[in-house]
């Protein structure tokens, strides 16, 4: 999923996208971001890389979740 988010105080248009894996009722994993002024989109093949990806994090365990987090190769992000 791209989403785009507001740059504070310049709307939409001057602000970030971000790439989020997503699956409904499992969870989200926020993967990219970048500011629009510093390019204008993704490149297809970093579609399929991100589309791969999602493959790999959407069979993990919550223990092998867990693990990444504790290693630091993820990081838990919580919505307060």
Known sequence: MKK?????GEGRSGGYRTIVLFRPGDRAVFMYGFAKSARANIRADE?????????????LTEAQ???????????????T
């Open 47 to 59: 579609v399929t890389q991100f589309k791969e990806a999602a493959q790999h994090i959407f069979v």
């Open 4 to 8: 785009r988010i507001a740059r504070p």
């Open 65 to 79: 979740l867990q693990e990444l987090v504790r290693r630091g190769d993820f990081a838990e992000v919580n919505r």
